[in-house]
């Protein structure tokens, strides 16, 4: 067993007693720092939009906004398929907008948008955009780790090389239905993949770039890949990322349990490691300069229906291993749309930075997809927010006229530490409107994020969403209403969120308890791949007719909606969701730990840290360096590997 640390440690966790599949039996505590400035928060706080912002804004008003939540929800059918028509689709869907089945007392779980419309996400990201006349605008800024190195693509250019490319792939015996592992850092190529596998119909699979050999390998022997995407080595901040390393590591392990990869194509990322000290398997490497270049810059769309499967990303839940969240093309493509362009009130004239990485379901929904369809000129950053000094956000705000800027509270925290300075001493003229994700963001930091960051001039919009649902579920509309630091406020179009208590009883008004959402919505996970039985026990059988999220939620006498964090066995690190039983299981597979309890701890800047009761093997006594090489083993078999947890969302 194990005994807590700090007496009244839980006592703002939610009374769970939760009878379900699921591991509810006890909670990770809410973030104490965090709920009682929430609590402590007025309604003196709300912080207004300005007249000038709210006048131009797509939705200007919380009256409109409530005429087109309205609509959404009494009509979900005619609201999503008027936003979908603006989309092409080479033949419509079927009569039946969606059909879905949440209910596990009414059978399977089964969630369908637009079934029958046929289409390709690639296609409406870039020849869309191309043939709309945008081909000269520019779609991908990129800014390497090094401030002096960059480049840049426009969506034609774009359209080109991700045509190579799928040519490549489908030469490689890539088709319709089948994976293929990405595993590259923030260079233009990890879009461009991505892009290039939705072209051709492939499955795509993106690994953070930085998960151990471990994660690497399980991933691959879930969906066995053709091939594999890769580059040499990243330079992140002043440290060198051997990655190919890392790949050939899992390769060799991934043969060794009879899954075999015929082909890892490589690029060479000179800025980081030449070709001559990159380790080489014959036969198997490619370079990806030497080859992808040389085929033609068009190629055929591959179209497929709207529930085919678009990619798998991988999540940590509160038991057994991470989950393979798989999302299909239609509601997808439609979902981070609409949410994009609603959430930032984009404009055509915005340039949009998300500080995260595209190995994470923020950059999926949020770097490539939703903005490319919405045409918007997109930052890609290869680097760290910290080098060569925290100013760097900043200077590349700057550097490209950045209007929307979309990043995570860890990083804000850690930024606010090190002093205005860094921050006021460029201009930031450009910025608009600010957002973040991937944690609760606690008032004081959204506050310098606010002033310091935004001059107080930039809304926020605090996005609560989760890789399975796809894209933003709650989250203000900038300039439709005053937002309070803290709180991610009202459900987007077409989401029913529903606080329930222990027993699964629908609370209303001002209460707290777990957050469910009703019915589904375009966006939303359709199963976990290879493994729809966990699907449902874990998201829809703990309070049966809902999708349960995971996370405790608030809501106050004027239906604003605070997070609290999660109420299950996860732990949120720099906003990077880990499991507890992953954990102890790590510890446990060490020869000298027996037993291990795994809590998440508040932490100042992380949100949460990791603590861990172990109790040792007969004889062996406690000592430093066996804590290190515990800390070592977690590490190695769940964390992302050394200096890259700090790049989850920064
Ligand atoms: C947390 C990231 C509060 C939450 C997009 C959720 C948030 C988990 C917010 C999903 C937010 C994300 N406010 N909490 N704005 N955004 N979370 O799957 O606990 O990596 O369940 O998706 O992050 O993490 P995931």
């Known amino acids: 067993g194990c005994s807590y640390p700090v007496e009244g440690f839980w006592k ?8 379900t599949a699921t591991s509810l039996s006890h909670s990770t505590p809410i973030n104490a720092v965090l709920l009682k400035e929430a609590l402590e928060s007025k309604e003196s706080d709300l912080v207004f939009p300005s007249e000038d912002f709210s006048s131009q804004a797509l939705v200007p008003s919380r009256q409109k906004y409530l005429e087109m939540y309205k609509k959404s929800i ?29 209910d596990v007392s009414k059978g399977d779980v089964k969630i369908e948008w637009f079934k029958g419309g046929i289409t390709n996400i690639c296609y409406n990201c870039l020849d869309r955009n191309v043939e709309a006349g945008n081909g000269g605008k520019i779609a991908i800024y990129w800014e390497g780790n090094e401030p002096n190195i960059d480049g840049s693509l426009t969506y034609s250019e774009l359209l080109q090389k991700v045509c190579q490319l799928a040519n490549y792939l489908k030469d490689a015996g890539v088709k319709k239905g089948d994976a293929v592992v990405i595993y590259l850092p923030m260079l233009m190529e990890l879009p461009i993949a991505m892009l290039a596998c ?6 795509h699979s993106v690994v953070f770039a930085g998960f151990s050999a471990d994660s690497l390998v399980q991933r691959i022997m879930d969906c066995k890949p053709k091939v594999v995407i890769t580059c040499n080595a990243v330079k992140r901040g002043p440290k060198v990322l051997h990655l190919k390393d890392i790949v050939d590591a899992a390769i060799s392990q991934s043969a060794k349990n009879g899954i075999s990869i015929d082909v890892c194509l490589t690029y060479e990322n000179q800025s980081a490691m030449t070709r001559g000290d990159t380790k080489w398997h014959q036969g198997r490497d490619i370079w990806w300069q030497d080859v992808v270049p040389k085929y033609p810059m068009t190629c ?41 362009k609603h959430a930032f009130d984009y404009k055509p004239s915005d340039v949009y930075w998300c500080t995260a990485d595209c190995g994470w379901i923020t950059g999926h929904s949020y770097i490539t997809y939703g903005p490319m369809l919405n045409g918007a000129t997109v930052v890609v950053f290869e680097g760290v927010p910290t080098y060569p000094d925290a100013g760097r956000c900043w200077d590349i705000v700057d550097k490209y006229k950045v209007t929307l800027f979309y990043t995570a509270p860890t990083l804000i925290r850690s930024l606010m530490r090190v002093g205005d300075e860094y921050v006021t001493r460029y201009s930031r003229k450009s910025l608009r409107v600010l957002g973040s994700v991937g944690e609760p963001i606690n008032p004081s930091a959204w506050r310098w994020f606010f002033n310091v960051v935004g001059d107080s001039r930039c809304p926020i919009s605090d996005t609560w969403w989760q890789t399975e649902t796809g894209g933003f579920m709650i989250t203000p509309l900038p300039g439709g209403w005053p937002q309070k630091p803290g709180s991610a406020t009202f459900p987007f179009f077409g989401v029913q969120p529903a606080i329930v208590d222990e027993k699964g009883a629908e609370l209303q008004g001002e209460c707290s308890g777990y957050l469910c959402l009703k019915h589904s919505w375009p966006g939303v996970f359709r199963t976990l791949y290879g493994d729809h039985e966990r699907y449902e026990t874990t998201y829809f059988k703990p309070f049966p007719g809902y999708y349960f999220s995971g996370d405790g939620c608030r809501r106050d006498k004027d239906g604003y909606y605070w997070l609290t964090g999660r109420v299950d066995d996860v732990i949120n690190v720099s906003g990077h969701r880990i499991g507890t039983a992953e954990v102890e299981s790590a510890l446990i597979s060490h020869s000298q730990c027996s037993e291990a309890a795994v809590v998440g701890v508040e932490h100042e800047v992380k949100g949460q840290g990791i603590y861990a009761f172990v109790t040792l093997a007969d004889g062996v006594p406690y000592s430093e360096e066996l804590r290190k090489s515990l800390i070592l083993t977690v590490r190695k078999q769940v964390l992302p590997a050394e200096n890259a947890a700090s790049r989850r969302r920064l």
């Open 300 to 340: 055929e769309v591959e179209w497929v229906d709207a529930e085919d499967p678009l990619f798998f990303l991988y999540t940590s839940g509160s038991t057994g291993k991470p989950k393979g969240v798989l999302h299909t093309t239609g509601g997808y493509m439609v979902y981070t749309a609409t949410t994009f």
């Open 74 to 102: 009494e009509d979900p059918a005619g609201f999503w398929s008027s936003i979908a028509s603006q989309f092409y689709w080479k033949e419509k869907w079927g009569k039946q907008v969606f059909s879905e089945n949440i």
């Open 12 to 19: 703002h966790s939610y009374p769970i007693s939760v009878n």
């Open 198 to 203: 939705a072209r051709i119909g492939a499955i």
